[in-house]
């Protein structure tokens, strides 16, 4: 309206959005696009733009467009953080959002490589083999922090594995805090007993106000703030890396998935125990630069021992120990920079101690099918790498400590989920039991206890760690379990079979019975919820007699 544009200039540029749209992950345009100026990697090309078209950028009043526009904070938050967040690192480490640069640079060193004429024709291939293959694994570890890996067309297909996810979340997940209590014992692990219950416990115990002051001045550089954003939970569910859905139910889905970390209590467990290692963290080290001693953790988060000492200085200058608690203030320190490398030290230490899955899992498992399969298998992935071998390398005190927590933290877990379910206990003078369930439930061992469970079902207990130390009893993890699950993931050896039993004794003229009802349930949302499980059990009886 009062332009002076033709037909088919306004075709051109609809046609354009639409590519574009259609184009990107969730239907996201990127904060910097402007139209006319090609499309993404998925080889749609931009739309030759005439006049001031050429330059113009996708500016449309709110208003008419709003039924399409999304107005949730939490939403726009995460979506920002995912889209910017990582585009802004990759810049200031890399130059660029694409690595160009740093993959010309592979390329051309396999090229040196490959001109060396000694080489035989087979290393010749296993170069070239091994130069695309690192390509693509920079490349998909790239996009995958930029939130674009494995993105595929919005079709019935990739709603369908979405839906399912987040149904399986909402209905197998509900017990999953009291899965999580081993956590505490990781702070034990990183910080030590000593250091955990005098710089942590201890004040959070004695002196609440001071701890949550300097718990509350962390939560500025994003840790133990899972309460307020969907943390934790949703990415160990692999149900955190997209927006809303199309339909009435896939909106349903993905809002009740973004609230349920908060219904399962699992934010809020996983924000207090990033809280009590942040705050044990922080006073342990400026304690030991107090006394001149550089923590050797710091090399690893990037900061050296003369920054170490700066940060000191300006601890000193601007903050205080209270309580035992150092308080470091550190948005008023005099160098941001430091500050901003302090930030991103704990940060990433929270992450790695308080495991939050990250790049460790294989790239597959970024793609729709590779997430509905190893769909809740993120978590044990990450923790080979980050307990197991992390534990394995470090060989001191507090990693056997560690370890030792772990597994006690595992046993009591055990006991707790097999109450809950009303399943019985094994006997107190069988530790093997015990200490299998221990090391099952901690995840201590990472995948190798995962692939010994899978082997144990597979083989109906005839294969694994069990049956060569003479348990006959099965993993509890796997007792509710199928053969199907266990291989196919929750949604293809779970979900559909479940959904075809249920469906069989809906349209079935016989009686229902108690396994029918039992199968129905497993289909419920919030079904094994474990402070609603009771009632569920008692409705699942009553419906029975």
């Known amino acids: 309206k009062g332009m002076d544009f033709e037909r088919q200039d306004y075709e051109s540029l609809a046609e354009e959005i639409a590519q574009r749209i259609q184009g990107s992950p969730d239907g996201r345009l990127p904060y910097d696009w402007k139209l006319g100026s090609g499309s993404n990697s998925r080889g749609i090309s931009g739309t030759a733009l005439r006049g001031p078209l050429r330059s113009r950028v996708f500016q449309i009043d709110d208003e008419i467009v709003e ?28 130059g660029d959002v694409t690595m160009a640069d740093q993959l ?48 595929s067309a919005d079709d019935i297909f990739t709603r369908m594995m979405r839906s399912s996810r987040d149904l399986n979340y909402l209905r197998l997940l509900g017990g999953v805090t009291v899965s999580s209590l081993p956590d505490v014992a990781r702070v034990f692990m990183a910080e030590g007993f000593a250091k955990t219950f005098s710089s942590g416990l201890g004040p959070l115990i004695k002196n609440t106000k001071t701890f949550k002051v300097a718990a509350s001045e962390l939560k500025r550089y994003g840790v133990g703030d899972d309460a307020i954003k969907s943390g934790k939970s949703e990415i160990i569910a692999d149900v955190g890396d997209y927006a809303q859905g199309g339909t009435m139910v896939e909106r349903g889905l993905r809002s009740a998935t973004s609230k349920f970390g908060k219904i399962n209590f ?63 203030n550190a948005k008023n320190w005099d160098r941001p920079d430091l500050e901003r490398m302090w930030g991103a030290a704990v940060r990433k230490e929270s992450d790695r101690v308080i495991v939050i899955p990250g790049q460790e899992k294989p790239l597959f498992m970024s ?11 993120s978590f044990i992935l990450s923790a080979t790498q980050r307990v197991f071998i992390a534990g394995l390398q470090n060989q001191d005190h507090n990693a056997l400590g560690g370890f030792a927590s772990l597994v006690g933290m595992g046993m009591f877990t055990y006991y707790l989920k097999q109450k809950i379910s009303g399943r019985d206990v094994a006997d107190f003078d069988d530790p093997a039991v015990w200490i299998m369930e221990g090391i099952d439930r901690s995840g201590v061992v990472g995948i190798i206890g995962e692939v010994t469970n899978t082997m144990e079902k597979l083989s109906g207990n005839s294969m694994g760690l069990r049956p060569l130390l003479g348990i006959d009893a099965p993993a509890s ?51 094994n919820l474990f402070y609603l499980r009771g009632q569920f059990d008692k409705a699942q009886e009553a419906i029975s007699d």
């Open 367 to 377: 793609r729709e099918m590779g997430k509905t399969v190893g769909q809740f298998r």
């Open 67 to 94: 039924e399409f526009l999304e107005n949730d904070i939490e939403t726009l938050g995460a979506r920002y953080l995912q889209n910017v967040a990582g585009d802004i690192e990759l810049v200031r480490k890399f």
């Open 266 to 328: 699992l934010d809020y467990w996983t924000a207090g125990i990033k809280q009590l290692h942040a705050v044990t963290m922080q006073t342990s080290i400026f304690d030991g630069l107090a006394k001149g001693k550089y923590d050797k953790r710091l090399a690893r988060l990037g900061i050296d021992e003369q920054s170490a000492k700066d940060m000191y200085k300006q601890v000193v200058k601007h903050g205080k120990k209270t309580e035992g608690v150092w308080i470091t």
């Open 104 to 151: 010309k640079d592979i390329n051309k060193w396999y090229a040196r490589q490959k001109n060396n004429k000694s080489l035989t024709p087979r290393q010749q291939k296993n170069l070239e083999k091994n130069r695309v293959s690192d390509n693509e694994d920079i490349a998909g570890m790239r996009d995958r922090i930029r939130g674009v890996y494995g993105f």
């Open 477 to 527: 993890k796997q007792v509710a379990r199928s053969v199907q699950e266990s291989a196919l993931g929750p949604t293809f050896g779970s979900l559909l079979s479940t959904s075809i039993s249920a469906s069989n004794a809906l349209i079935s003229k016989d009686e229902m019975t108690e396994a029918d009802i039992r199968t129905l349930r497993r289909l419920l949302p919030l079904q």
